[in-house]
Structure formats: structure tokens, C-alpha cells
């Protein structure tokens, strides 16, 4: 994929005590929803 128009790297988020993702990463293209 070239130039993603929405690039994520080492995505966490944590509710109170619960890790609900940790660390992921994805990129979003143009067209993708």
C-alpha cells in the first residue's frame, strides 16, 4: 500500500485496568472505511 492516508504504529488503549489493544499497527487507504 503506498502513501495510506491514516498510518497508525503502536496503537494502546487501556479502560481502567483492561488493555483493550496493545501495540498494533494499521494503515488506512483511500476508499477504505
Do not use: H, Q
Not at 10 to 28: C, E, P, Y
Amino acid at each position: 500500500m503506498s502513501n495510506p492516508l491514516i498510518s497508525v504504529r503502536g496503537l494502546t488503549k487501556v479502560f481502567g485496568d483492561f488493555t483493550a489493544v496493545n501495540g498494533i499497527d494499521f494503515d488506512v487507504a483511500k476508499g477504505e472505511s
